[in-house]
Nanobody
Framework: VQLVESGGGLIQPGGSLRVSCAAS????????MGWVRQAPGKEREGVAT????????YYADSVKGRFTISHDNAKTTVYLQMDSLKPEDTAMYYCAAGLGGLLPRLYNFWGQGTQVTVS
């Protein structure tokens, strides 16, 4: 299983950014996919997840209405569209595969992360 994130960077408050996660070595239908972030000195926080079968999505309250998780038709890439970004969204963003939900401990496989800085 390999998860490779891309698309992070420096963005001004109020701006938008989309991060991507390319998955290989497994089929999306076997796992739920999620995005988890970790800011310096803080614990990992699940921000969004997409269900493997229904495609249902769930979001942390802190990002609801601003972030959107999706995947491509081939289900090999997962995206996190981030709008109306705030300085408190600054973190390393990780793509993860596992049981799903917003608890980081429910994910078995992790990417290396991509840094998002809002300033």
């Amino acid at each position: 299983v390999q998860l490779v994130e891309s698309g992070g960077g420096l963005i001004q408050p109020g701006g938008s950014l989309r991060v991507s996660c390319a998955a290989s070595g497994f089929t999306f239908s076997s796992y739920a996919m999620g995005w988890v972030r970790q800011a310096p000195g803080k614990e990992r926080e699940g921000v969004a997840t997409i269900h493997r079968d229904s495609g249902g999505t769930y979001y942390a309250d802190s990002v609801k209405g601003r972030f959107t998780i999706s995947h491509d038709n081939a289900k090999t890439t997962v995206y996190l569209q981030m709008d109306s970004l705030k300085p408190e969204d600054t973190a390393m963003y990780y793509c993860a595969a596992g049981l799903g939900g917003l608890l980081p401990r429910l994910y078995n496989f992790w990417g290396q992360g991509t840094q998002v800085t809002v300033s």
